[in-house]
């Protein structure tokens, strides 16, 4: 306001200084902090948080913290769909070099787990061929 004011009350040279002096207080007025890709992020985010019971998988995972000192999660993409999961720590084995011991800075993750074909199937999809499903479909 107190921009405007001046603007106001000054006397400008001509009228393209004038409106551009105008448009420079607009511009400020209108500013936002956040562009429009972090304001799209930050919804979305909000939205799986919702949708995928994020604050609650957390909660469930400070059991693992208490019982074998670590919390793993799995963020992944099946189906096409965003999945968030809590990840057993006593299943996950962690090959890496170096003396990190950031799980992050691993060079092999192994989840060792049991799933049933039809899991299988509908997490593997997209990279599985006919007879790989027929294969996995014929299992005992």
């Known amino acids: 306001m107190q921009d405007l004011s ?8 001509s009228e393209e200084d004038a409106t ?16 429009i890709r972090e ?4 919804a979305l985010l909000e939205h799986y948080k ?5 604050p609650s998988i957390f909660n469930k995972g400070f059991f693992n913290a208490l019982w074998s000192g670590e919390e793993v999660y799995q963020c992944d993409i099946v189906g ?3 999945t968030f999961e809590m990840v057993n ?11 990190s011991s950031k799980i992050e800075d691993a060079d092999m993750l192994v989840l060792w787990d049991f799933k ?12 599985l061929t006919n007879k790989d499903i027929e294969y996995i479909d014929r299992l005992p």
């Open 89 to 99: 720590p006593n299943k996950l084995i962690v090959l890496r070099s170096g003396s």
């Open 20 to 35: 551009r002096d105008l448009e420079k207080i607009e511009k400020y007025n209108k500013y936002e902090w956040q562009d």
């Open 39 to 42: 304001i799209k992020g930050n």
């Open 6 to 13: 001046m603007w106001a009350t000054q006397e400008s040279e």
């Open 50 to 54: 919702k949708e995928l019971s994020i």
């Open 116 to 127: 049933s074909p039809g899991q299988i199937i509908d997490t593997y999809y997209d990279v």
């Open 80 to 82: 096409g769909e965003p």
